[in-house]
T-cell receptor, first 116, second 116 residues
Framework: AQKVTQAQTEISVVEKEDVTLDCVYETRDTTYYLFWYKQPPSGELVFLIRRNSFDEQNEISGRYSWNFQKSTSSFNFTITASQVVDSAVYFCALRGAQGGSEKLVFGKGTKLTVNP | DGGITQSPKYLFRKEGQNVTLSCEQNLNHDAMYWYRQDPGQGLRLIYYSQIVNDFQKGDIAEGYSVSREKKESFPLTVTSAQKNPTAFYLC???????????????FGEGSRLTVL
């Protein structure tokens, strides 16, 4: 069975601080895909990144970066120099090799509050 | 602009009443999904449809029903059989299932249902 654990329920930081959101996953598949979604107060989830299991290169997109480590089954997300607009609930998700998007398994989310 | 429109945004229902949530997309996506989100919980899949006139149960389909008569529309009915219907409901769509881009879901802004 697939499982995603986001141990941090809520995080509160002050603007300009760096913050890392943890994601640990479990799967028996050798091929799998990991995702991060952002849910701002407006409600809709917004896709941030997809990473397949064969690509362990870290990725940076502006102030966002992702650290994928198969050895520890983790796919952590770091926001550098956080801003108030980063306040949202962030979900990590996992999909195995079989099936499509209907097989996505979401973590319970981490609520990030960035205070001015 | 392309996207997913959910309505109503807020809905109140008396116990014993059925209620239908609307979901319309103009992204020309084949696949559509309904998720339920409870406070502090991840997203749980209710139903999904990969093609018109076909749909499958997700993890928590009991007490819900759907239809997919048009590619653009995937309404969800919360029936009186659903014992705990108060929740936030999210509709999503994606490109055809099985593709390399699977897992990239496009979400609506959600409908918040409260049972009085």
């Amino acid at each position: 069975a697939q499982k995603v654990t986001q141990a941090q329920t809520e995080i509160s930081v002050v603007e300009k601080e760096d913050v890392t959101l943890d994601c640990v996953y479990e799967t028996r598949d050798t091929t799998y895909y990991l995702f991060w979604y952002k849910q701002p107060p407006s409600g809709e989830l917004v896709f941030l990144i997809r990473r397949n299991s064969f690509d362990e290169q870290n990725e940076i997109s502006g102030r966002y970066s992702w650290n994928f480590q198969k050895s520890t089954s983790s796919f952590n997300f770091t926001i550098t120099a956080s801003q108030v607009v980063d306040s949202a609930v962030y979900f990590c998700a996992l999909r195995g090799a079989q099936g499509g998007s209907e097989k996505l398994v979401f973590g319970k989310g981490t609520k990030l509050t960035v205070n001015p | 602009d392309g996207g997913i429109t959910q309505s109503p945004k807020y809905l109140f229902r008396k116990e014993g009443q059925n209620v239908t949530l609307s979901c319309e997309q103009n992204l020309n996506h084949d696949a559509m999904y309904w998720y339920r989100q409870d406070p502090g919980q991840g997203l749980r899949l209710i139903y999904y449809s990969q093609i018109v006139n076909d749909f499958q149960k997700g993890d928590i389909a009991e007490g819900y029903s759907v239809s997919r008569e048009k590619k653009e529309s995937f309404p969800l009915t919360v029936t009186s059989a659903q014992k705990n219907p108060t929740a936030f409901y999210l509709c999503a769509s994606s490109r055809p299932s099985g593709g390399v881009l699977d897992g990239e879901l496009f979400f609506g802004e959600g409908s918040r249902l409260t049972v009085l």
